[in-house]
């Protein structure tokens, strides 16, 4: 549980609980994201907030990262406004480049915690604390709703 339980709704007892094991970084990172993942990878783990299931989410981060350092290089290198062929002054489009891979960064490092407001929010059960098995440790069986017993008096389920 990384945020708690802030709608004091029951918890989900069926969660899938992945392996806190490190995911393997995708070869089609570019190298400025490869490095970014090397970077991340250690911390998450040692946060206890990395699994083997989020290699895409960790990729997403990573590659995002390395297209706004593309972007702000080249932003620093032509300038924040340009001229049109017609003479007019516009902001150039790699502003909104930076802004959208600003945005989608914060969104992303808040999965995993990597914001100070994030943070304060994360849970994460102690090591010696042993964590249930689920779905992905191959100790989950199906439930499936008993239609008398899980029914409501109108004869509904649940």
């Not at 490095?35 to 990573?62: F, H, N, Y």
Request: include cysteine.
């Amino acid at each position: 549980m990384l945020e708690g339980n802030p709608g004091k709704r029951p918890l989900n007892p069926y969660e899938p609980q992945p392996r806190r094991k490190r995911p393997r970084c995708p070869d089609y990172l570019d190298e400025a994201a490869k490095r970014e993942w090397k970077r991340l990878a250690p911390l998450l783990q040692r946060m206890r907030v990395l699994t083997e299931a989020d290699g895409i989410a960790l990729a997403s981060l990573c590659a995002q990262y390395s297209l706004l350092q593309q972007a702000q290089v080249k932003l620093q290198k032509t300038g924040l406004l340009f001229k049109t062929k017609s003479g007019y002054v516009q902001q150039s489009p790699l502003v909104g480049i930076v802004s959208a891979c600003v945005d989608q960064l914060n969104k992303l490092c808040r999965e995993f915690g990597l914001t100070p407001a994030s943070r304060t929010r994360l849970q994460v059960a102690p090591d010696d604390q042993p964590r249930p098995g689920g779905v992905l440790d191959g100790e989950w069986e199906p439930r499936w709703p008993d239609t008398q017993r899980d029914a409501t008096p109108d004869g509904k389920p649940n």
